[in-house]
C-alpha cells in the first residue's frame, strides 16, 4: 500500500508498507520508522464526509481503502530537564500539548536508583505488609518526577485529578502507602497539590506564558480574574515556537492578512501560516481580551468554517464537527425520549416534538434535540436562537442586543418551533454577524462552539447549563467534572432512566 505523507508544506513524502495495521499507534510506529520522526505526532488523513478536508484520525476503520493523504503534526511539550521546551515539530504547526489528561494516569518510570528501591521494597510489602518511609530525597524525586508528569497535561490540575494520580502512585508502589491511612494515599494527595504550586512557580519565573500571565497582585493594586483554562484546553496559551519572536510572528500575521485579501488566496498557505501564528494570536486574546470586532480585523482568515475547526483542534486537540456530531447523533434517540416524557408539562418542547413528527429526517432529529435542550436544562434560549425572515432590517433587528447567539433566517412570516423552509444559519457575537452561510443549525451550534473557544468567549449565563452538557456531554470534553444539573442528565443518557 502506497501512502502520500505530509511533512510540512515543502516536505511530501511517499511511503511504501505492506497493509494497514490494526492500530493507530501501530501506524504511527511505522511512519516514525519509516520517516525517521520522532517525538509525539497526530495524523490526520482526508475525510470524505467533510469535503476530504483533514481531520484527526483516532480509528484505524476511519482510513479510506484507496489512496491515503496522510499529514502528520509533530508537537513535543517536554520538561524533563525542568526547563520549557517549546521547540516547532515539522509540520510547521506551534508546539503544545497534544494530549488530553489520562484516565488511568500512568505513573512515570524513576531513575535507576529508586526503581531498584521501589522493587525490592514492594516485594517486602507482598511478603509481609512492610511499608517503605522514603527519605527526603528520594520523596522529593518521585514528587518532581510525577509533578513534571502532571504538567505534561495540565498546569492547573483539578482536585480530583490530583487525587487520581496519587492513588495510581501507590496502587503501582504500594510500599509507598501511609502507615494508619485508609486509602493510603491521603497525603501524597497534598504533597503532589504542592509540588505542582511550586513547578508553577518555577516556571512562572522562566516566563511560561500561560502562568506568567497570573501572576499575582502587588499590595494595593486590583486583583485580576485568573486566566487560565476552563474548558479542557490544553493549549490554553502556548509559548512562541522556538525561534521565534512576536516581531516575527507578526510579520507572518501581516502576510496572511495579506493572502487573504486575494481573489484566489492560497488556502494551503493560510493554513500553515495560522499554524505559526497560533501562540501570537493567544497572546492577544487571552492578555488584551480585545472585541471581536478587532481580532476580526487582525486575524481576518480565523473566521471561516476551516480555520475554526483547525484552532479548536490546537487548543483541544479534537476534532470539531465530528465531536459535535457524532455525539449529539450518540445521544440523540435517548434525548429525545427524555423530551418526549416531558412533554406534557414543557410547550415549547411539545412544539418541537410536534414539529418533529411531519418531517422526522435525522437533520431535524438534530435540530430539535439541540432547540429542545434549553428548555430541558430549565433555561430561557429567548435572547440566544433568534429566527428572522431574509430582509436586512429584520436581521439587524434580531441580532441587536444579542451578546452570543445563532440567527435563523427563514422564508416564513411566523417560522414554526421548528422551522422547515431555513434559508441562513449565522452566528451573532457582540450584537453583529461574524459567520453566516453555515449550512444547517447543527454546523451553526458546532461552529459557535468552535467560535467561543477560539475567542475565549463565556459561555451566555443564562445558559450555562446547556453549553455545558454541549461541551461535557455530547463533545465529551472535559466530563470529568459536571454540575448536578449536567451530571443528572448524563446519567439518565447513559442509564436509560427516565
Request: charged share 30%.
Amino acid at each position: 500500500m502506497l501512502l502520500h505523507v505530509i511533512l510540512a508544506d515543502d516536505n511530501i513524502q511517499r511511503v511504501r508498507i505492506e497493509s494497514l495495521p490494526e492500530t493507530v499507534d501501530e501506524l504511527k510506529t511505522i511512519l516514525k520508522n519509516h520517516l525517521t520522526l520522532e517525538g509525539e505526532m497526530v495524523i490526520q488523513f482526508q475525510d470524505p464526509e467533510f469535503n476530504n478536508e483533514f481531520c484527526n484520525l483516532t480509528d484505524i476503520s476511519e482510513l479510506p481503502r484507496e489512496r491515503l493523504k496522510l499529514k502528520i503534526i509533530m508537537s513535543d511539550y517536554t520538561l524533563d530537564t525542568g526547563s520549557l521546551d517549546t521547540s516547532s515539530g515539522s509540520s510547521g504547526e506551534t508546539s503544545g500539548r497534544s494530549k488530553h489528561w489520562p484516565d488511568p494516569f500512568t505513573i512515570p518510570s524513576f531513575s535507576y536508583d529508586i526503581e531498584l528501591k521501589l522493587r525490592r521494597r514492594n516485594e517486602a510489602y507482598e511478603k509481609d505488609g512492610s511499608l517503605f518511609a522514603p527519605t527526603n530525597d528520594v520523596k522529593t524525586d518521585i514528587l518532581d518526577k510525577v509533578g513534571r508528569a502532571m504538567y505534561d497535561f495540565n498546569a492547573y490540575p483539578t482536585p480530583k485529578q490530583v487525587q487520581d494520580v496519587a492513588k495510581a502512585l501507590v496502587e503501582k508502589h504500594p510500599c509507598l502507602k501511609e502507615p494508619g491511612s485508609t486509602q493510603g494515599w491521603y497525603c501524597w494527595k497534598f504533597s503532589l497539590s504542592f509540588k505542582m504550586g511550586n513547578l508553577r512557580q518555577k516556571y512562572r519565573i522562566a516566563g511560561c506564558p500561560e502562568l506568567t500571565i497570573n501572576r499575582k497582585r502587588s499590595a494595593g493594586q486590583e486583583t485580576r480574574k485568573m486566566k487560565k483554562a476552563k474548558r479542557a484546553e490544553i493549549n490554553f496559551l502556548p509559548d512562541f515556537p522556538q525561534g521565534r519572536t512576536p516581531n516575527s510572528l507578526e510579520e507572518e500575521r501581516i502576510t496572511l492578512q495579506d493572502e487573504v485579501k486575494k481573489k484566489k488566496p492560497d488556502c494551503n498557505l493560510i493554513d500553515s501560516l495560522m499554524g505559526r501564528s497560533f501562540a501570537l494570536r493567544r497572546q492577544e486574546i487571552v492578555e488584551k481580551e480585545p472585541l471581536v470586532a478587532e481580532v476580526e480585523s487582525r486575524w481576518p482568515a480565523l473566521f471561516s468554517e476551516r480555520q475554526i475547526a483547525a484552532e479548536f483542534t490546537r487548543l483541544v486537540a479534537a476534532d470539531l464537527p465530528k465531536s459535535f456530531l457524532s455525539g449529539l447523533d450518540r445521544h440523540l434517540p435517548r434525548l429525545l425520549e427524555l423530551y418526549k416524557a416531558r412533554e406534557r408539562r414543557d410547550t415549547k418542547i411539545h412544539s418541537l416534538l410536534e414539529s418533529l413528527d411531519s418531517e422526522n429526517s435525522n437533520q431535524n432529529r438534530r435540530s430539535a434535540a439541540l432547540l429542545g435542550l434549553p428548555y430541558f436544562m430549565k433555561e430561557d434560549p429567548s435572547n440566544f436562537i433568534k429566527f428572522c425572515e431574509a430582509t436586512d432590517s429584520e436581521e439587524a433587528a434580531a441580532v441587536n442586543g444579542v451578546d452570543v447567539g445563532v440567527l435563523i433566517v427563514t422564508e416564513e412570516r411566523e417560522p414554526a418551533a421548528l422551522p422547515r423552509n431555513i434559508a441562513d444559519v449565522a452566528v451573532i457575537l457582540e450584537g453583529r454577524i461574524v459567520l453566516r452561510k453555515l449550512r444547517d443549525l447543527p454546523t451553526g451550534f458546532a461552529v459557535l462552539m468552535g467560535i467561543l473557544y477560539s475567542l475565549n468567549i463565556d459561555y451566555p449565563k443564562g445558559l450555562k447549563y446547556t453549553f455545558e452538557v454541549i461541551q461535557k456531554v455530547i463533545m465529551d470534553i472535559g466530563g470529568g467534572t459536571c454540575s448536578a444539573r449536567a451530571h443528572g442528565l448524563r446519567n439518565k443518557l447513559l442509564q436509560g432512566t427516565i
